[in-house]
């Protein structure tokens, strides 16, 4: 079994324009921003043996304001940006009530499947609540980036910024023998 982080996309691997306190994700590649410097942490925790996996709810593909292929070229961009092993994607709207669109953990668990994932040996990296929910549901430890998102609900570690939080799991990893 392998450790995986589970990556919100939007916020920590991309820049989204934020309008009235939120995040506005982008509907066209143009729009799309890639956080050029979360690359340094993405690096040091691949390189400490995790699996790298991104996870975003993408309503915009079920509600038609989000074409699909346009969604593949930014993920595209993104698989050349960082060293992901995967992008899971949820694309269905609240309304669909699906089981993958978080705070549900869909995702995690479809990936824990696919990947030989141990999910208490996992990590969950975002800033927004939605992700904490989701990684307390299945026994991931939740490590939120600092924002107006994370909420008052539960959370394992809050951190100022992503080096901090990809040393704080490099600690927190099972065997890891402090130097
Ligand atoms: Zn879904």
Known sequence: M???IFIERDGILTLPRVERQHQVVPATLDEFQINKPALAALQQLKSAGFLLIATTNQPGISRGT???HELDRMHNLL??????DDIMVCPHDEMDHCPCRKPAPGLFTEAAFKWHVD???SFVISDKWQDARAARTVGCTSMLLQ???????????VLANLAAIAGKIIQLQPGHLAA
Do not use: N
């Open 79 to 84: 698989r050349r940006a960082f060293p992901l």
């Open 2 to 4: 392998k450790s995986a």
């Open 66 to 68: 989000l074409l699909r």
């Open 119 to 121: 999910l208490e040996r």
């Open 147 to 157: 924002s107006p998102w994370i909420g008052s609900g539960h959370h394992d570690f």
